[in-house]
């Protein structure tokens, strides 16, 4: 689906940036892409892929993070400890500096 999305994404682009017909062309496909962003069912898909997109990251992070923690500089270790300790005491961000809103 990602792949599909950047290609129709790509695509527009394409003709946006190559057509020749001009300003009121553009001002058409600008106002179509912002009344699909805005439906509430492209809304809420959006919403549940970026959920879910930070789940598989923290998870592939603890994952990644057993495996490789032992044979980490001590520099990089430290660096994702302070890390860790900054993210757990700000509240609102996950490990990824991004909110859960």
């Known amino acids: 689906m990602r792949y599909r999305l950047t290609f129709v994404v790509g695509l527009a682009l394409g003709y946006v940036l190559g057509t020749r017909a001009g300003r009121e062309r553009y001002e058409q496909l600008r106002k179509s892409a912002r009344q699909i962003s805005q439906n509430p069912a ?47 005491n700000g509240g609102g961000a996950d490990e990824w500096g991004t909110s859960n809103t």
Do not use: C, I, W
């Not at 495996?67 to 757990?88: C, F, H, K, T």
């Open 42 to 88: 492209v809304r809420n898909s959006a919403e549940t892929a970026a959920q879910q997109g930070r789940q598989f990251a923290g998870k592939a992070y603890h994952v990644v993070s057993d495996r490789v923690g032992d044979r980490m500089p001590d520099s990089v270790a430290q660096r994702v400890r302070s890390l860790r300790e900054r993210n757990s």
